[in-house]
């Protein structure tokens, strides 16, 4: 039941961003729209920090689930893109009203288990340590977060899939390359 109180926390607020600024939410407001007192909130979340955290996570765990392989990260990249994109208000919310490090924080959560996840598939037969693997992956995980905010910065003008297709022309061969200078 406490998975869904949050869920219905969260919905909530979302929907709110449709009507209002982030920075013009309450947790009154919050409460008011799922029926639920403070007391119910604060027992789930801290603070509206917290619940924006808390969406992020879930909502990075859902966009990637079966998206974490070197065949799949395209399809895990083009499902972030949708889900920024779907939820608009939300993201341009955090960018506009909260600190940038959420946002950055939030895109480096979603995109670095991915990230990961592709490097090792593609190390199988090297003998790298696990240091050169996580350098890698957070190299690659600066450069698309970067693009991310470059996107909604512009107002997510830009088609996803050509995003996705310039990124994944430019890495080409280049994880091989990286773990080949890696080798020991």
Known sequence: MSDLTKKAIAFAFKDLLL?????????TDITNKCGINRQTFYYHFLDLPDLVEWICLEDADNALKNNKTYDTWQEGFLSI???????????LNIYHNVSLEILENYLYRLVYPLLLNVVKEKAKGYTVRDED????????????????????KTDLKEDPKEIVNRVSDLTS????HALNNCKH
């Open 19 to 27: 009507e209002k600024p982030m920075s013009k939410i309450t947790i």
């Open 81 to 91: 893109f949708e889900l920024i994109k779907k939820d608009k208000p939300f993201i």
């Open 133 to 152: 693997l996580e350098f890698i992956a957070n190299f690659y995980k600066y450069a698309f977060v970067g693009i991310v905010l470059n996107w909604i």
């Open 173 to 176: 061969g280049t994880i091989e």
